[in-house]
């Protein structure tokens, strides 16, 4: 079976200090990992997804297969920054749906 | 355009009755999903329609839960004798090319 696992419910960090939201997946075959996020009070909207390999809002996520993981960094946290992070997995399968972690919240301090 | 919208937005209704929340899906996405994000739970599959092919409802955590989708756009999840742990926000989401769009959500609540 999927299974994302997001082992923190909140982290707090101060502003300028670096962040690293943790995501681990279980899956047999080659899936597709996303960062999903969603700010105070509006919808859940895309981050970033790692076949784009793309650095978005400073953040970046690398999938380490080995290890199963797809951690979110970023070096240097920012208040607008404080969020809901969520990391998906889809299966490498003809349906899109998505499998979702419970969610890690972040906040920056400043 | 618009993005993905829900209705209504808020809902309270009494253990055993019967609700339908509304999605009015991107124009021209062929796919749509619906969630579940309850406290501390995360966000929960319940059903995904794609095109003119059977849905997967293998989500949908009980009988009571429906959902259809008329003419390939708007979509009617159903929950019929609602009971108290059906309280949650329910996401709708859709997409063409595989990155979902999500709708801002109904709160449901059951007293």
């Known amino acids: 079976a999927q299974r994302v696992t997001q082992p923190e419910k909140l982290l707090s960090v101060f502003k300028g200090a670096p962040v690293e939201l943790k995501c681990n997946y279980s899956y047999s075959g080659s899936p597709e990992l996303f960062w999903y996020v969603q700010y105070s009070r509006q919808r859940l909207q895309l981050l970033l997804r790692h076949i784009s390999r793309e650095s978005i809002k400073g953040f970046t996520a690398d999938l380490n297969k080995g290890e199963t993981s797809f951690h979110l960094k970023k070096p240097f946290a920012q208040e607008e920054d404080s969020a809901m992070y969520y990391c998906a997995l889809r299966p490498n399968t003809g349906f899109q749906k998505l499998v979702f972690g419970t969610g890690t919240r972040l906040l920056v301090s400043p | 355009g618009a993005g993905v919208s829900q209705s209504p937005s808020n809902k309270v209704t009494e253990k055993g009755k019967d609700v339908e929340l509304r999605c009015d899906p991107i124009s021209g996405h062929t796919a749509l999903y619906w969630y579940r994000q309850s406290l501390g739970q995360g966000l929960e599959f319940l059903i995904y329609?794609?095109?003119?092919?059977?849905?997967?409802k293998s989500g949908l955590p009980s009988d009571r839960f429906s959902a259809e989708r008329t003419g390939g756009s708007v979509s009617t999840l159903t929950i019929q004798r609602t009971q108290q742990e059906d309280s949650a926000v329910y996401l709708c989401?859709?997409?063409?090319?595989?990155?979902?769009?999500f709708g801002p959500g109904t709160r449901l609540t059951v007293l």
């Open positions: 329609f794609q095109g003119n092919s059977a849905p997967d």
């Open positions: 989401a859709s997409s063409r090319d595989g990155e979902q769009f």
